[in-house]
């Protein structure tokens, strides 16, 4: 009985660090989105940058862009409803959906 008892506690770690090994996968690409990408990292790919500017002319060379690279598309748009339309930022999305997921 002893011996199945320090066995079972020697196999424990063994058997927790294969659990861990299999729930710690690389994360998958995702693509960006208007409300879960920040403008900097938007605006750090050329690919989608183009995109917004293709939506919202100008954009990206708008002259306190900076003040606005930690936020995103989503969150900006309590400033300039009119501008950023939820339709504005689905056809962002859309067309983001098409780059290449990013890791």
């Known amino acids: 009985m002893r011996a199945f008892i320090v066995a079972t506690l020697l196999a424990a770690p063994l058997c927790f660090g294969a659990a861990l090994a299999q729930t710690s996968a690389p994360a998958a690409a995702a693509h960006y989105t208007t409300a879960g990408t920040n403008i900097g990292t938007l605006l750090d790919d050329p690919d989608a940058r183009a995109v917004i500017d293709k939506h919202i ?47």
Do not use: C, E, N
């Open 57 to 103: 002319p100008g954009f990206s060379s708008q002259a306190q862009i900076d003040m606005a690279r930690s936020l995103t598309l989503k969150g900006i748009q309590q400033y300039a409803p009119d501008k950023y339309t939820d339709q504005v930022l689905a056809d962002i999305d859309a067309d983001l959906a098409k780059l290449p997921a990013k890791k």
